[in-house]
């Protein structure tokens, strides 16, 4: 399962960047995709989950009302619209699948390399 996010790069304060990220070789379903975030010298964070059914959608605390997820889990493929962006959204984005196995009924889970965001001030 590979998993490729792009969309990063440069933006000044108050600017928009949309992230978008595809998954690829999955041969078990998708219940959950989002999106983590690490700064500079920080631990990773949880920026924002949208799982299959759609609803339930989760937004961490520094991004709410500013970011939105999108996505079709049954295509492997989600968004991340990011608005009014701030210097400290500045990282490395991870996005991530969480796959369960109906033989087993275990979760697995698979994280991109990431997509470097820079805000500037």
């Known amino acids: 399962v590979q998993l490729q996010a792009s969309g990063g790069g440069t933006a000044q304060a108050g600017g928009s960047l949309r992230l978008s990220c595809v998954v690829g070789?999955?041969?078990?379903?998708?219940?959950?995709m989002g999106w983590s975030r690490q700064a500079p010298g920080k631990q990773r964070e949880l920026v924002a989950t949208?799982?299959?059914?759609?609803?339930?959608?989760q937004y961490g605390d520094p991004v709410k009302g500013r970011f939105t997820i999108t996505g079709d889990l049954s295509k492997g493929t989600i968004y991340l619209e990011m608005k009014s962006l701030k210097p400290e959204d500045t990282g490395v984005y991870y996005c991530?699948?969480?796959?369960?196995?109906?033989?087993?009924?275990?979760?697995?889970?698979?994280w991109g390399q990431g997509t470097l965001v820079t805000v500037s001030s």
């Open positions: 991530y699948s969480i796959q369960n196995d109906p033989r087993t009924g275990y979760d697995s889970d698979y």
């Open positions: 070789g999955s041969t078990t379903p998708i219940t959950t």
């Open positions: 949208l799982p299959s059914r759609g609803h339930g959608t």
